[in-house]
Each structure stands twice: as structure tokens, then as C-alpha cells.
């Protein structure tokens, strides 16, 4: 068995302004560069051998901050990038409606098949998924990291719980840890703790 740590990057100022960042690279601002280092400190009792990080510079800035403190280097993985949201990136969700209503209600009736303009579908976004993370279970030497973002994450724990009939969705916060032990020979995983911010009381304290 081994530990895997899903971890969401820290926080950006389109995530304040609320708006969609998909694939645009955003870099973390003042707050998220803070919460990375109390990250690194809450990951400091969770040792890990491998990190693995989407390239958008928000996620490779958290995976860093862990890197760093635990002397482990940071393997970037373009599939790890979050959801491809097209022409709506840098839009909020009020704003996509008004200027997309049409793609946003064939978007949102049938999500599997329709994308974003110019971005990706749920079955796209999950065979993307499948595939990075049987990379990372075939390469796995032990405990590991993997910095991602908001809504990719959701998918990588599907997948991964994806023999539990009691698989749920996880919605997770800002540099948030979410602990899952899996079994590499027989697909089994359990679910430790989801979306653990205990290591940003700091930030609020």
C-alpha cells in the first residue's frame, strides 16, 4: 500500500475574482505564496519519494514549496493540467452566461460529449485523467505527491476510487491535502482524509 497526497495548488487572484482559469497560466499571488509554505510544513510528517505536477506555473509553484522542504524533485506532467475551459477562461460564471447562453445550456445538459468553445469534454477530460495517472501508478517507487487543480482532482480521485462503491465527489480548497491509500496490485483504495486545510490556521490565526 501506498500514500498518495492530492493536493490543490494555493490560492490565485482569479480564484478571489472568481473566475475560470482552466488552462490560462495563472501564477499564485501574496496568499497562495504563503499558503504553499504552510504546506509544506503540514506535508512535513506525510514524506513522500516522487512529485508530480501539472506545468501551469500555480501548481509547479505549490509542488515546489514541498519540493524544497522535503529535497524531492518536482516532475511536471501535462496531464495533470486542469479542465481546458476554451473561450471561457478568465470569465466568471455570470459573464459566461450572458455571452454563451446557447453553448452554456448544451454545455451543461450534456457535458460528456459537448466542451466549452475551444476547451474539453468530460470524456475527453477523463481519458486524460485515466491515462496520467497509469503513469503515475506504474512509476510509483512509494509514498507520493500529486499538485493539481480544483477540478482535475475531483477526477483523479474517481479514478482512483474507482473500485469503492461508495466513490462520492470531493470538492477541495486552496492548498488542501487529500490522503488516499492505495493498493498497486489490486486497484484498491481507501480514503483517508479529504481536503485537509488544518496547516492554514496560520494564515487566519
Known sequence: MINI???????????????????TDIPLNETGRRQAVC?????????????????LLRARETAGAIGDSQHVAVETLPG?????????EGMTLEEIQAAFPAEYEKWCENPV???PPGGESLSQIKDRCQKVMEEILKRAKGDLAIVSHGAM???????????????????????SITTIRYEQESGRAVLIQANDQAHLAELTS
Open 5 to 23: 497526497y492530492l493536493i490543490r495548488h494555493g490560492q490565485t487572484d482569479w480564484n478571489v475574482a472568481g473566475k475560470i482559469q482552466g488552462k
Open 39 to 55: 504546506l509544506a510544513k503540514g506535508m512535513a510528517n506525510r514524506p513522500v519519494v516522487q512529485i508530480f505536477s501539472s506545468d
Open 80 to 88: 495533470l493540467e486542469e479542465i481546458g475551459f476554451g473561450k471561457w
Open 113 to 115: 460529449t459537448v466542451a
Open 153 to 175: 482532482l475531483a477526477y483523479v480521485v474517481e479514478y482512483l476510487m474507482r473500485n469503492d462503491p461508495n466513490d462520492q465527489e470531493i470538492i477541495v480548497g486552496n492548498a
